[in-house]
């Protein structure tokens, strides 16, 4: 059972991944932030939308993801699409970039929430790009599951 913190907490979830791309690969990272970044996170100003991460040196930089500025920021307001430093070891940052070496793959971030400590984590998917055949293929599996469940529960009803 959540506790009355944890209901409250924003998950701001990237929609148009699970869309636009097949997930190979799941990793909770940390993430570099500033001071006015996690206040305006955690009122849910944040969209992961076009975002995606790239190898910079021994590093992996997350760019193209906005947090929206704080309202009450002033002077000491962040740029709302600068890029940010992931948090990993060393070896997962080899792991990682020795599959997005293979053709095609990226790294997206799927989630941006707070764990039970109360830190923010980027949920990244190592992600395969879908072509428009794949996605039409995927809708029709979805609606045919859908309307499998309906006549299943009409069935159930009568």
Not at 40 to 64: C, F, K, M, N, Q
Not at 76 to 104: A, C, D, Q, S, Y
Not at 143 to 158: F, G, H, L, Q, V
């Amino acid at each position: 059972m959540p506790t009355a913190t944890e209901q409250h907490r924003p998950r701001i979830v990237n929609r148009k991944a699970h869309r636009d791309y097949t997930m190979l690969e799941r990793v909770e990272t940390g993430i570099v932030l500033l001071g006015t970044e996690v206040k305006s996170i955690r009122e849910g100003h944040a969209d992961l939308t076009g975002g995606y991460a790239v190898v910079e040196g021994d590093a992996i930089v997350l760019r193209d993801i906005h947090i929206k500025p704080f309202e009450f920021g002033h002077q000491f307001n962040h740029e709302p699409r600068r890029p940010r430093r992931l948090l990993l070891h060393k070896h997962e940052i080899k792991r990682l970039v020795g599959k997005v070496t293979l053709k095609g793959c990226t790294l997206i971030p799927l989630a941006l929430y707070f764990n039970r400590r109360d830190k923010i984590k980027v949920e990244l998917g190592l992600c395969l790009g879908k072509h428009t055949i794949d996605k039409r293929e995927t809708m029709k599996r979805k609606t045919a599951d859908r309307e499998a469940e309906r006549a299943m529960a009409m069935r159930r009803k009568s």
